[in-house]
């Protein structure tokens, strides 16, 4: 008879003890494929090449060609932009978008520092003035015209008070030039809240200390001002000049609510973007022309801001 004999097994040897070995992890790695990314990446790039590119190239080709609203035109080199040179509404145009720009940008550039400045204590009741200040950015640039409109009209409220006092009515919407700065200050008016905010980070960044060493030294508030706060800020000052003006360049909507439809005196109205407008609408609208001012809207656009980014890095510098 046999005997069966029953050996017992002796315990694994603890991970990292006696020189044993812990079992080896399967690494959870998971292949991604070679297109992966681009599935995130292909929406925005559908919109930005459907809303953007797109146009923007369909642009630049029609500006060659005569093309019509409802006429598909044909081939003619450079003749748009050989017309602009000799177009008398386009240098009227050029003359008031540049006339825009140097009158907005200083603005928008000093007024939202003094406005952030005044703004950036913790005083009771200061959240209400920043929302008040902020305000008109929000607001609907029609609604903001619109009310505008009513208090510049011939009988409008600011007449109304100019002619109780004796002053006399202002022709602020029919006279060219009033005109035209009356669409100025409405711009003015609707970027200072925006501006106001960008200038409000970049004064949360400057160090208490410089203002307080200043002030030891003797320095006054103007001196401060001028020596510590505009140094500080130079960079924010830069981004916002060039922010304004394109802003400033390519304005449209105050111009032509304050013109209202049938146009101001004089061409007043007649800013670089409207004229596009004025040229490229409507069933005998010159596309193939109007497309070469937009093309010469962006190069001049594009100009203006690189020479401002490269005045910044000089002062920097």
């Known amino acids: 008879m046999s005997t069966s004999t029953t050996v017992a097994k002796a315990p694994a040897p603890p991970a990292g003890a006696g020189g044993g ?93 003094l406005l952030a400045m005044l703004v950036q204590g913790r005083l009771p009741g200061i959240a209400f003035f920043r929302s008040a200040f902020y305000t008109p950015v929000v607001a609907s640039v029609v609604v903001v015209g619109l009310v505008w409109v009513w208090l510049l009209d011939d009988r409008g409220l600011v007449n109304a008070v100019l002619g109780a006092v004796g002053v006399g009515r202002v022709p602020f919407l029919s006279d060219e030039w009033l005109l035209l700065f009356s669409a100025m200050a409405v711009t003015v008016w609707k970027g200072l809240g925006y501006y106001m905010i960008i200038y409000l980070a970049a004064l949360a960044n400057v160090p208490r200390e410089l203002h307080e060493a200043a002030s030891v030294d003797g320095a006054g508030a103007v001196r401060r001002f001028v020596s510590v706060t505009v140094p500080a800020v130079r960079g924010t000052m830069v981004l916002v000049g060039a922010l304004s003006s394109v802003n400033a360049f390519k ?19 007649t800013t670089l973007v409207m004229l596009v407008r004025q040229t ?38």
């Open 21 to 113: 070995r812990a079992a080896p992890r399967k690494a959870s790695v998971r292949r991604h494929l070679p297109t992966s990314p681009w599935l995130f990446l292909g929406p925005g790039l559908l919109i930005v090449g459907g809303f953007s590119l797109y146009p923007f190239v369909s642009t630049l080709l029609n500006s060659f060609t005569d093309r019509r609203t409802l006429v598909e035109g044909e081939y003619v080199g450079g003749a748009n932009y050989r017309e602009l040179l000799h177009d008398e509404m386009f240098w009227t145009a050029l003359r008031n978008s540049t006339l825009y720009v140097l009158c907005v940008v200083p603005l928008l550039v000093v007024l939202p520092l």
């Open 251 to 269: 304005v449209f909507s105050e111009v032509y609510l304050m013109a209202g439809p049938t146009g101001g005196p004089g061409g007043a109205d």
């Open 280 to 317: 490229g609408t409507g069933l005998s609208g010159r596309v193939g022309y109007a497309s070469a001012l937009s093309v010469v809207v962006f190069v001049i656009t594009l100009v203006l801001m690189l020479l401002v980014l490269r005045a910044g890095r000089k002062e920097d510098a």
